[in-house]
């Protein structure tokens, strides 16, 4: 029969000496723990890090031990749905045998793949950036295409514009008019300018 507690303490001890500095024991029973996986740095010595819970069920490893990431850095959602996925496939395959090393070692795997794509992605992004960029400056130097249409459209609009400002000149010629006066106005308004130059002359 197998010692099933006996197995897990074994796995413990080999556990904090790989682990010496991301091991954490945080409770007996059951036996939970921690350990923090850290990815190799990346182009810009960017770093990519998951926190993975581990917890051991009676019959371990008979049984597929409880996980869960608990904390993560520089990861997406996408990064964290593939981890959890991995670690399913990984408890599956290992079944009847000690896997925590296994597991975690698939996912320092996967988390070096994920500094590898984040160089990738921003190179993507850049791209599609500097795309759009060139496709808006195509847009503002392409305009509308001129058919008959739309010349017909434009220029009845043009018309109407200038329509409306002589309208708008003549009504302003017309207000201004109706201020000053004419020569002829002035005269008939008073009649001693008639007079008023030889009066000056005399003088």
Avoid: C
């Avoid at 990984?90 to 070096?112: D, P, R, Y």
């Amino acid at each position: 029969m197998t010692d099933y507690s006996e197995e897990q303490r074994n796995e413990l001890e080999a556990l904090e000496s790989i682990y010496p500095d991301s091991f954490t024991v945080l409770s007996e029973k059951p036996t939970t723990f921690t350990i923090t996986v850290t990815s190799e740095a990346g182009e810009n010595d960017e770093t990519v890090q998951t926190t993975l819970k581990f917890t051991y069920r009676e019959k371990y490893p008979d049984e597929t031990p409880l996980y869960e990431i608990v904390s993560q850095e520089n990861l997406d959602d996408n990064d964290v749905t593939d981890i959890i996925k991995l670690l399913e496939q990984q408890a599956e395959e290992n079944l009847g045998m000690v896997m925590i090393f296994t597991l975690v070692s698939a996912v320092q795997e996967k988390l070096n793949e994920i500094v590898d794509q984040i160089k990738t992605r921003r190179e993507e992004e850049k791209k599609q950036k500097e795309r759009e960029a060139e496709e808006e400056e195509k847009q503002r130097f392409h305009g509308t295409p001129v058919t008959i249409e739309n010349f017909l459209n434009w220029k009845a609009k043009f018309d109407a514009e200038l329509l409306e400002i002589k309208r708008k000149k003549m009504k302003e010629e017309e207000q201004a008019g109706k201020n000053k006066l004419s020569g002829k106005q002035l005269f008939e308004m008073d009649h001693n300018l008639d007079t008023s130059d030889i009066q000056f002359l005399e003088d």
